[in-house]
């Protein structure tokens, strides 16, 4: 085989390799989240010196919307950008914590995602509400105590219906974050169902008949469903989710 004969066979099994390559490629993230999560807690100092965080940020930036030929190839990217960039905002040395904090965080801090600037709140309140899914409110993590505790995989395409209602599931069942008091016939929520009553009683009908879906206390789950319940909200954990030397106070 002459040089060039080699030269030009490389050439082609680079090519295919390329085009055999998924875009996004989602085994960078799930490299740091195996890494630095467990159970939900966030090695913040650990992901900033793992280089294969940056690398799928910047794939955030040169991912394009043909490469997102369906629906559930969007909910997966969309989740995937929002937690990884809830980060990024994180080690950018941004802070949720105070009100004037979420403005800069959720609302003025920019990223680049497929060829745009965005903030955290157009890919929340325009690109994944467009998708018409509530259950994203149990996927999506802005790096808070009061979020849904971030998954340690990737969000998947041909997964995501799976992890989306086994997120639900998680999230409505995780007494930190959601309690039901039968004999009281009371429900102390997360402010998520809250903030997005909307959502959830556009799929149900209510926010009752919503959690009475995933609710695993048969007692709980056939009164929320009969309507009997009260609502009571508790105050969002605006704290950070994990442990980074230069966490904002």
């Known amino acids: 085989?002459?040089?060039l004969t080699r030269v030009l066979a490389l050439v082609l099994l680079l090519a295919g390799a390329a085009a055999g390559a998924a875009a996004p490629d989602y085994r960078q993230l799930d490299e740091v989240l195996v890494r630095n999560v467990r159970n939900g807690w966030v090695d913040y100092d650990g992901i900033?010196?793992?280089?294969?965080?940056?690398?799928?940020?910047?794939?955030?930036?040169?991912?394009t919307a043909a490469d997102l030929p369906d629906r559930s190839a969007r909910l997966a990217f969309y989740i995937n950008a929002?937690?990884?960039?809830?980060?990024?905002?994180?080690l950018n040395g941004d802070s949720p914590a105070t009100r004037v904090g979420r403005a800069v965080f959720f609302r003025r801090r920019t990223y680049e995602v497929l060829g745009q600037q965005v903030t955290l709140d157009t890919i929340e309140k325009e690109w994944l509400a467009a998708l018409d899914e509530p259950r994203v409110h149990f996927a999506i993590v802005c790096a808070s105590l009061g979020c849904p505790r971030?998954?340690?995989?990737?969000?998947r395409p041909e997964t995501v219906e799976v992890q989306l209602d086994a997120a639900a599931?998680?999230?409505?069942?995780?007494?930190?974050?959601?309690?039901?008091?039968?004999?009281?016939?009371?429900?102390?929520?997360?402010?998520?169902?809250e903030w997005y009553e909307a959502d959830f009683t556009k799929a149900a009908g209510s926010v009752p008949a919503y959690l009475a879906g995933y609710v695993r206390d048969p007692r709980a789950a056939a009164g929320l469903a009969a309507g009997g319940w009260k609502l009571q909200y508790i105050p969002y954990d605006w704290n950070l989710n994990g442990t980074w030397r230069a966490k904002a106070p």
């Open 1 to 3: 085989m002459t040089l």
């Open 169 to 193: 599931r998680s999230f409505i069942n995780d007494p930190t974050r959601n309690r039901f008091d039968g004999p009281r016939s009371l429900a102390l929520l997360s402010q998520v169902f």
């Open 150 to 155: 971030l998954a340690s995989r990737a969000w």
């Open 48 to 63: 900033e010196a793992d280089p294969a965080f940056g690398r799928f940020v910047r794939q955030l930036a040169t991912t």
């Open 82 to 90: 929002y937690n990884a960039l809830a980060i990024q905002g994180i």
